[in-house]
């Protein structure tokens, strides 16, 4: 999803700095490091860069699923995340 079409399904009062927005980045991001991933195997900062920003998805998207629950589960489906489970 481009990030205009998704800034304009975030409601106005929430933009840039809200956690959808952010949690929508990282996403971006992920993905876009997957995929230099697979053509470069042993470009290791990128995998650790790769490893910090899943980390920090993880993190907002917990934080979110304990704000508010039912937003948490629109979020995943538009992004298409799977649900991870706690231990």
Not at 21 to 37: A, C, G
Request: net charge positive; glycine share 4%.
């Amino acid at each position: 999803m481009p990030k205009n079409a998704f800034i304009s399904v975030i409601s106005t009062e929430e933009k840039k700095g809200s956690v959808e927005f952010q949690v929508f980045s990282f996403t971006n991001k992920i993905l876009r490091l997957s995929s230099h991933l697979e053509l470069h195997k042993k470009d290791y900062s990128s995998q650790r860069g790769l490893r910090k920003i899943l980390g920090k998805r993880q993190r907002l998207l917990v934080y979110f699923s304990k704000k508010n629950r039912i937003r948490y589960k629109e979020l995943i489906s538009q992004l298409n995340i799977r649900e991870i489970k706690k231990r």
